[in-house]
């Protein structure tokens, strides 16, 4: 690891005798590992220099994907301390819904995946947000792949009812749920803008609380703002 950390420090490589010094190891044993760590793709060597090879690359892409991570939840999780309610954030990627994050506690849990997100979004206000932001040809593709089923009693009961409140949902203004994935919770969905990816920021209560939800949605809304750049960057974890 410390030959690593030395190679990671010389962005046009360093020869092994250098990083033998700076890692303080013997040269024969700085050699061997040298030669492993090339051997196993986390070092590549040129000219009698060593640089990160594709592998050592790699667990970079994939610690700054979790750092990502980390600041996407913690963000939440401030959300959902200051609302008093689950706090979802969700995209839509390659033709499927697919909610990245959840913070919720044992006080305010989250609603249940009890039917698959990706195949009820006409049941959910995520799902719903996520289609309301999509072209005419996109939702149809996806309703095409997940037909409207009834989950609950409110649940909407066709394509061409969701359709038309789809369409007519006001551009930027939070979507509402009520009981239609779940009995006994209603749920609000806030659209975000990203370039071309759609994706939602949501949180859920229980149906009795239903008259906080708009309002606690509008909140989210305005606060969204500060963590555009890292949700941004998060579409590529």
Known sequence: MRLLESVARHEHGAPAKQLAREAGLALPTAYHLL???????????EKGLFFLGEAAERLSSSGAGQKRRSKVADALAGWHDAIGAPVYYAIYRDGEIEVQCVADTPGNPAVEEWAD?????HAH???????SQLDDEARRDHL??????SLTPYTVRDD??????LESTPRMHPVIERQEYVLGTVCAAVPITMGGT???MAISMPSHQADRLLP???????????LLGTLSLSISI
Do not use: K, N, W
Not at 35 to 45: D, N, Q, V
Not at 117 to 121: I, K, L
């Open 117 to 121: 997100f990706r195949e009820t979004g």
């Open 144 to 149: 095409d792949r997940y037909p409207v089923q």
């Open 198 to 200: 759609a994706a939602a």
């Open 35 to 45: 030669r492993t760590l090339a051997h196993e793709g986390y070092l590549r060597r």
């Open 125 to 131: 206000a995520i799902g719903q947000c996520l289609l």
């Open 160 to 165: 061409h009812i969701l359709m038309r409140r």
């Open 216 to 226: 606690a949605a509008r909140r989210l809304q305005s606060e969204i703002g500060e």
